[in-house]
């Protein structure tokens, strides 16, 4: 299977924010501070504590979702030069292997440790922080069906 693509700044933008929401840490940080929010929300309009705690829960509850949604994909979308060049990735038998103007690249499938599929990507993780986005753009349903397949027959699913 062979596939060529290049990336949508918008749409990387998306896959980076699938990316760090799905982190297990995250989801706790975001669950911690939702809830230390609305308690402090009950508890300051029940006038059992002052305005402060309720000011806090909320200031960082605005902090984590900036970080998480807009600061940090960003951030690494204009870190990342591979997001600006055109690839050819080649799905084998035994290997995936990923071309570019600049050479190419061979991975064996046991080198990945996971992936996922969020709306616009297939997530191939080689470790919890180091992954390589496939976009779907320009996939037609059958090469999805196809690659959804070897994807889960290789690698597994996070």
């Known amino acids: ?35 230390f929010a609305i308690i402090a929300a009950v508890l300051y309009f029940m006038k059992k504590i002052r305005p402060e705690p309720f000011l806090l829960g909320s200031f960082l509850w605005v902090m ?11 951030l690494i979308y204009r870190r990342e030069a591979t997001f600006k060049e055109s690839f050819t990735i080649y799905f084998a038998e035994h290997d995936v292997r990923l071309e570019s103007s600049r050479g190419y690249v061979d991975w064996n499938y046991s080198q990945f440790s996971s992936f996922f599929e969020s709306p616009n990507f ?5 470790n919890p922080r180091s992954f390589f986005l496939i976009p779907k753009e320009g996939m037609t349903e059958e090469f999805k069906h196809d690659l959804r397949g070897v994807l889960n027959r290789k690698i597994g699913k996070k």
Do not use: A, C, D
Request: hydrophobic share 50%; net charge positive; charged share 10%.
């Open 122 to 126: 297939f997530h191939l993780y080689f």
């Open 64 to 74: 984590i979702m900036l970080t998480f949604w807009q600061i940090l994909p960003l």
């Open 1 to 35: 299977m062979q596939y060529s693509f290049s990336y949508n700044k918008k749409q990387v933008i998306q896959g980076l924010r699938y990316h760090f929401i799905s982190r297990t840490e995250v989801r706790f940080l975001v669950i911690v501070v939702n809830v």
